[in-house]
T-cell receptor, first 115, second 109 residues
Framework: ETGVTQTPRHLVMGMTNKKSLKCEQHLGHNAMYWYKQSAKKPLELMFVYNFKEQTENNSVPSRFSPECPNSSHLFLHLHTLQPEDSALYLC??????????????FGPGTRLTVL | GQNIDQPTEMTATEGAIVQINCTYQTSGFNGLFWYQQHAGEAPTFLSYNVLDGLEEKGRFSSFLSRSKGYSYLLLKELQMKDSASYLCAVLDSNYQLIWGAGTKLIIKP
């Protein structure tokens, strides 16, 4: 595997379900990100992890719970979601510091539909 | 507040040239990115500008004017495969990316 991978690619869930999204980066980067992308809206940054520590949480509802067990893996745990949470969820990674300009590499995304 | 503006949609003809503009107002500036995103796919990196001027990379060029808070992406010799959304993003003083909503580019034969 190369780059940034995400599973599943598509997910349909009811409002009472619990599911998790998985992201893995094979680039040796030290930062990972979760974004939400809704139609015709800017990418919304949800969470940032630098060196496995969460450094950003942009007022995301508690029904979204991130987990970063190591610098290569990132999870987004979902529970009691709402229909308006239906969107494309993108994971990205980058190398922060050391002269890098923080170019972010994206995974293919998980298309989430909440019924 | 922080704001990135770019046109919602543009249409151009195969073989022609198109310029996609981006204006920004952010708290600090550490560079500007352009990404390409085909429908249903991940955004992919196109260019990065941190100094004023034009950066050329094949058929694509990106320009930056920091004093005007302005950038453009220039696409030459358009091909059908260039139909995609083009995202402008600015790295702010906290090294976080602030994203525009994207410009959907439609290429017609």
């Amino acid at each position: 595997e190369t780059g940034v991978t995400q599973t599943p690619r598509h997910l349909v869930m009811g409002m009472t379900n619990k599911k998790s999204l998985k992201c893995e980066q094979h680039l040796g980067h030290n930062a990972m990100y979760w974004y939400k992308q809704s139609a015709k809206k800017p990418l919304e940054l949800m969470f940032v992890y630098n060196f496995k520590e969460q450094t950003e949480n942009n007022s995301v509802p508690s029904r979204f719970s991130p987990e970063c067990p190591n610098s290569s893996h990132l999870f987004l745990h979902l529970h009691t979601l709402q229909p308006e949470d239906s969107a494309l969820y993108l994971c990205a990674s980058s190398q922060v510091g050391g002269g890098s300009y923080n170019e972010q590499f994206f995974g293919p995304g998980t298309r989430l539909t909440v019924l | 507040g922080q704001n990135i503006d770019q046109p919602t949609e543009m249409t151009a003809t195969e073989g022609a040239i198109v310029q996609i503009n981006c204006t920004y107002q952010t708290s600090g500036f550490n560079g500007l990115f352009w990404y390409q995103q085909h429908a249903g796919e991940a955004p992919t990196f196109l260019s990065y500008n941190v100094l004023d001027g034009l950066e050329e990379k094949g058929r694509f060029s990106s320009f930056l004017s920091r004093s005007k808070g302005y950038s453009y992406l220039l696409l030459k010799e358009l091909q059908m495969k260039d139909s995609a959304s083009y995202l402008c993003a600015v790295l702010d003083s906290n090294y976080q990316l602030i994203w525009g909503a994207g410009t959907k580019l439609i290429i017609k034969p």
